[in-house]
């Protein structure tokens, strides 16, 4: 399955999930009137919500390269995971000052019951598939607005799992820990949103890839028979995508045609790797004198 496919169906299939999940808490949170089961479906309609703009985002990220956009349309995407990520936090505060003022006025709801408990680990069970699923996915196909999803799905089956307690503590005489379990619940969406800022601001503001991924890249370079070093090597986010430059130094005396067969042999090495988006290689002769130590570089292959 090519990537634009993939990561449409994964929008489609986490759409409908949260979607069956709001219906079916918003149900036993009308009947039972459940402090806690409520605080996850007000979760779930902002999965839903967000599920929607990451379906939109993933449909724009998937479109074909244009004039405009050389590159293609994949660094909208952090975009998108940071506008998911704002859905979060507001969730979260919503949830957070309702559990807060059931506390502080003492009206606790009602017991969320076999309803609540039934509701709440059909949910945990749905959201740690989706988990697995937008992880999976986000991974292989180098999707930061699915890698955010899966941290949203992963959180939330944590979150079930407080008000699940919340519902059981309510059913067997404290009725106090159903709207605390909401709090809980709340913080861990707070938590959530942080994760996808972290992420995602790496993507937006060009930061240097993973230490194993920058060792791989001047691995590839220095692999070719006549590289005999490089130095310069750097390497950034643009977008989800990482862009990188090099100098790798070789023997001057190569003819015009040697040399470029060597550069283009190392671009294209490079730019295999799934991660990486663009390679730019200069080739230093050695008679010009721009041979030179990079002591980041030697860290790198000495790791």
């Known amino acids: ?31 039972t009137g459940s402090i806690a089961v409520g605080s996850e479906a007000v979760n779930s309609a902002a999965d839903a919500v967000y599920s929607l703009v990451v379906l939109g985002g993933l449909y724009l ?7 405009e956009h050389p590159h293609g349309h994949e660094r909208i995407e952090p975009f998108v ?6 859905g979060v936090f507001a969730a979260g505060a919503g949830v957070l000052y309702n559990a807060t003022t059931a506390v502080l006025t003492g009206s606790y709801g009602g017991a969320g019951g076999v309803a609540g408990v039934a509701v709440l680990v059909v949910s945990a069970l749905a959201k740690y598939g989706l988990y ?21 799905n992963r959180n939330d089956i944590l979150t079930a799992g407080a008000a699940l307690v919340g519902v059981l503590g309510a ?13 809980v619940v709340s913080l861990g969406i707070l938590y959530t949103g942080y994760e996808i800022v972290r992420d995602n601001v790496n993507y937006l503001v060009g930061a240097a890839p993973p230490e194993e991924l920058r060792r791989e890249i001047l691995r590839r370079a220095l692999s ?32 015009l045609f040697e040399a470029h067969d060597i550069e283009s042999a190392v671009v294209q090495d490079i730019r295999s790797m ?11 002769p050695k008679e010009l004198g721009e041979w030179k130590d990079d002591d980041e570089a030697d860290g790198l292959l000495d790791e």
């Not at 990220?61 to 004039?67: G, M």
């Not at 995971?81 to 704002?86: D, I, M, P, W």
């Not at 697995?132 to 949203?152: F, I, K, M, W």
């Not at 490089?230 to 070789?250: K, R, T």
Request: charged share 20%; net charge negative.
């Open 274 to 284: 799934p991660e990486v988006d663009d390679v730019f290689v200069h080739v230093d």
């Open 61 to 67: 990220t998937t479109q074909p390269a244009d004039f």
């Open 224 to 255: 070719h028979e006549r590289v005999r070093g490089a130095h310069d090597v750097v390497a950034h986010y643009v977008g989800p995508e990482v862009d990188v430059s090099l100098h790798i130094e070789v023997e001057g005396n190569l003819t």
């Open 132 to 152: 697995q699923y937008c992880r999976r996915e986000g991974e292989r196909h180098n999707s930061p607005a699915l890698v955010a999803t899966a941290l949203d």
């Open 81 to 86: 995971a940071l506008f998911v990520a704002l």
């Open 171 to 183: 059913a067997v005489g404290f009725p106090v820990l159903d709207p605390a379990a909401a709090g």
């Open 1 to 31: 399955m090519d990537r634009k496919t993939a990561m449409r169906r994964a929008g489609v299939v986490v759409l409908a999930a949260n979607l069956a999940l709001v219906l079916a808490k918003g149900g036993v949170w009308w009947y």
